[in-house]
């Protein structure tokens, strides 16, 4: 099971821009988190999108028409690159036993819809935890709650909700 830390993400500025920080204390290694957050066959199974990467630090990645690059890996603790001019970053600390994550979202568009992007992001480590657990689950399974998780940070977060109920609309028609 895993420990409640603060599982909401928090809405925060980092140098002047709008970013969404998440947390989560797992028991798993912290090898076994990395293994999640930086291996293909691992990711794509939780993660928005599969990269296609080693990890290695300058790497170019592309996916949907876009590109980014891999800006600093430090296995099995720190991974960060750049995608569409946005910024992420996994930090991981822990040992054999137990591991903290940190998975940290910096906007380069101010107008990102905050809420919109966390109850993602919030539903996406949902996922991640699954898959530690051994479960995979599929997207419709795993954005079962969406609707709920982003009213409540549309109301955290103090922000319109009109733009994440049409993604939500939008959205159910694809699962």
């Known amino acids: 099971?895993?420990?409640?830390?603060?599982?909401?993400?928090?809405?925060?500025?980092?140098?002047?821009?709008?970013?969404?920080?998440?947390?989560r204390k797992l028991p798993h290694g912290v090898e076994r988190v990395w293994k999640a957050v930086s291996t293909p066959t691992?990711?794509?199974?939780?993660?928005?999108?599969?990269?296609e990467w080693g990890p290695e630090a300058g790497e170019k990645l592309e996916a949907?028409?876009?590109?980014?690059?891999?800006?600093?890996?430090?296995?099995?603790?720190?991974?960060?690159?750049?995608?569409?001019?946005?910024?992420?970053r996994f930090k991981l600390t822990g040992d054999e036993d137990s591991c903290r994550l940190m998975f940290l979202h910096v906007f380069a568009d101010p107008d990102t819809p905050a809420a919109q992007t966390a109850a993602g992001w919030h539903t996406y480590m949902d996922r991640l935890e699954q898959l530690l657990e051994g479960r995979v689950v599929s997207e419709k399974e795993a954005h079962a709650d969406w609707g709920e998780i982003h009213e409540h940070y549309a109301e955290l977060f103090g922000v319109d909700p009109a733009p994440g109920r049409e993604f939500w609309k939008r959205l159910q028609e694809t699962l």
């Open 42 to 51: 691992e990711l794509e199974q939780w993660f928005p999108a599969a990269l």
């Open 1 to 23: 099971m895993t420990e409640n830390i603060g599982r909401d993400g928090v809405l925060e500025a980092i140098d002047g821009r709008p970013a969404l920080r998440f947390r």
């Open 64 to 88: 949907y028409g876009m590109t980014g690059e891999v800006t600093q890996v430090q296995a099995p603790y720190t991974l960060a690159w750049s995608f569409s001019d946005d910024l992420y």
